[in-house]
Every structure is written in structure tokens, then in C-alpha cells.
């Protein structure tokens, strides 16, 4: 009973790798470590190489009986969905296709796929539910939800899925072995490390004009270690004959960029640099997790507040100012 873990040397592969390990699971990796990071692969087997390589992946099934997957593989920029679309519906959608074509003839059938709540666009109002209609709006969160929609037809063929929209994941491992990398991240909590730690990056905060408290966008952030947690729970549910479905993988609480800045300048001891700068297209004004359905459905809670995401990037970012280089 192994389960093949896609894209496990990235961000939150890697810390869903040892939540699984954790759980006493036998685990397979297969990354093209185009984006991910060797050394965050820990106590599993990485093979180097691509999910569209069917004869790969074929490989894999039958070498360590896989009986599921967690998927991870796809491109997640925003910014670059939208300049570059092709090479999203490729590797995030076509990609897939060929990967859970693979599967069916190698009779796996339980899927847990990494979505986002990018699905929703902007939603009305929040805590979002999982009725919240979907209106993505990039190429990336469409490449997501095509995903979904395919693995919700492919269940009347066998195939138990699960898709988990993450909202806002961030943070580090508590043991400091994983974390993100700021050069290559585009997300709020590593610039905001980052304008702590190197003193020549310049920070911004895209608009504080919003119709919010505090005129910043609220988001709903949620510690990686809980991610993964999520994820491990995905598979019990499924082995347990769980049907297809969506679930939000939220905390439930909204958050402020400003909030968010001072939180980080309690645990830093100084004020996080910045400027107000313009509105970034497409930000919603406030995204957070109605995370009930994860709750009863998964027994699954968030265990980490807001301080402990922010002591541990801080901790991580601090000790690991390139990343994993
Ligand atoms: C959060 C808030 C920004 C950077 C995206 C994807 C989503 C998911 C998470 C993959 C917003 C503000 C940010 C900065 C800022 N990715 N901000 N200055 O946009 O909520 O979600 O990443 O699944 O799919 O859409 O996350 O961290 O980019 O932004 O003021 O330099 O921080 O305006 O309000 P976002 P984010």
C-alpha cells in the first residue's frame, strides 16, 4: 500500500511527504524538480521525472503496488498563468490527463488532488463554502478547477477523489527542515520576511483602500504543517470508501495584511519596511474558509494561530536566507 506523492519536493509536497511518513504511510515521490527542491524530500524515495511520461508512471505503479496518489505536479504563479497560458493548461491539465489514464490501467483509484480556493474567484461574501459558485479568474485557478471537474467525471469510472482547495498556505516545518524560498515566491508572508531580513528588498502593500477595517485585503492563512495534515486525512477518508467531493482547507478566520504585519513585528521586534502601493488586478478584498465540511467530513481541524505561521517562517526565513541553497 504505497501512495505516489506528485510534485513531493515542493512546498507543500514535501511537508505532506512527512506528515505521511508520519503517519506511518509508504510513500513514492515523483518530481520534476523544475520547481522543487531535492533536500525537502525527506525519509521517502524521490524518482527524478515527469507525470505525462506514462511509461514512467506505469513503472512506479507496478515496482512499489502504489493504491494512491496525492497530486501535487502543476505550475501555481498567477502572474505567470496569465502570461504564459499554454504552458499552464499543458503541464496542469494535459499533464494530469495522462497521469490519471495511467493510474486507471494500473487500477489505483484513490485521488487526492491539491486545488486552491482560487476557484472562487471573488466570492460574494465570506467564510466561503464549497456551494460558493466557482468563478475563477486566471488561467491557473481554471487549470484547477478543469481538474476538478474531470476528476468528478472519472468517478463514474472508479475513481474516489478528493480535490482540497487550500486557501492561503504558509509558514515552515516546526523542525525548521522545510520552508519556502522568497526568491521565488510571489506570496505576502515570505515578502514580508524578506523586507525583515535583506535590507535592499523594498515591500509593498497593494492598496490599503479596501472596503475592510483596516482598508487591506483579508486572506485566510493557514499553516503549511495543518495543510499537509489535511491531505493524510484525505486518504483515510478514501480508503474508508469516502465518495468524490471538494473540501475547503481553511482556519475559518480572516486576516488583514495589516494584522498580518503586526504580528510579524511583535515576533521580529521591529516594524516590517514597507510602502502602500497600488491595488494588484485581481486581488479579492476578503477570502476566508468556511472549513466545516473539512471538519466532519475529514475530522480534520486547524491546529496552528496566525503567531505560530509567522514564528516559523521567521525562524525558517532567518536560517535559510537562499532557500534551500
Ligand atoms: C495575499 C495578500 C495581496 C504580496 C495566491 C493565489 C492562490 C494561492 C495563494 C496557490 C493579498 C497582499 C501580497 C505583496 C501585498 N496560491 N500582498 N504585497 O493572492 O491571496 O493567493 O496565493 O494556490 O491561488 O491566488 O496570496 O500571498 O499573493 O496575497 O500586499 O508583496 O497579500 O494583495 O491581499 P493570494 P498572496
Redesign the pocket.
Known sequence: MTTLVTGGAGYIGAQTVRALRNASRDVVVLDTLERGNKQAVIDAKLIVGDIADQRLVAKICRKYKVTSVVHFAAY?A?GESMTHPMKYWQNNVSSTLKLLETLQAHNVSQFVFSS???VYGTPKSSPVTEKEPTFPE?V??ET?LAVENILRSLAIDGLNSISLR?????GASSDNKIGEDWATS????P??MRALLDDKFK?????DDYATPDG????DYIHVEDLAVAHVKALDYLESSGTTTVCNVGTGKGTS?TQ?LEVAAKIAKREVPHTI?A??KG??VS?FADATLANKVLDWHATHDLQSIIQSAFTWHSTHPNGYR
Not at 487550500?166 to 504558509?170: D, E, G, K, T, V
Not at 510571489?186 to 508572508?189: D, P
Open positions: 501555481k498567477v486552491s480556493a482560487a486566471n491557473y485557478a484547477k487550500y486557501f492561503n498556505a504558509a510571489q506570496n505576502l508572508v515578502r514580508v515591500f509593498e502593500v497593494f492598496g487591506t485585503c483579508i486572506r495584511v498580518l502601493g491595488r494588484r486581488d479579492p477570502v
